[in-house]
């Protein structure tokens, strides 16, 4: 069973900066695409940033030029660097993996982490 954790939310005060983390477990054959969604109170849930096999990334208009999103091949693991947070940032974050396994369901979610920042 493969699984995504994340962590590395929390609070923080606008301007600041977190870094989310979200590591694939389980019998994994291979990853293709990993990305961050995000979902505020009342709000449908939508892309944050993504990244393919490949290395190509992908972002949100909201997020250019602040977060980053990067992944280690040899750890299953996405990251998510978020600089100059601001309020309209709060939400819960989820990671989103594509994953070959003896599943054969391919996309998988974490369980989602609370960012909340402060103004």
């Known amino acids: 069973q493969v699984q995504l954790v994340e962590s590395g939310g929390g609070l923080v005060q606008a301007g600041g900066s977190l870094r989310l983390s979200c590591a694939a477990s389980?019998?994994?054959?291979?990853?293709?695409?990993m990305g961050w969604y995000r979902q505020a109170p009342g709000k449908q849930r939508e892309l944050v940033a993504s990244?393919?096999?490949?290395?190509?990334?992908r972002y949100a208009d909201s997020v250019k030029g602040r977060f980053t999103i990067s992944r280690d091949n040899a750890k299953n693991t996405v990251y998510l660097q978020m600089n100059s947070l601001k309020p309209e940032d709060t939400a819960v974050y989820y990671c989103?993996?594509?994953?070959?396994?003896?599943?054969?369901?391919?996309?998988?979610w974490g369980q989602g982490t609370q960012v909340t920042v402060s103004s």
């Open positions: 989103h993996a594509q994953v070959y396994s003896r599943s054969p369901t391919y996309d998988y």
């Open positions: 990244i393919t096999s490949g290395a190509t990334t």
């Open positions: 389980g019998i994994i054959f291979r990853i293709d695409g």
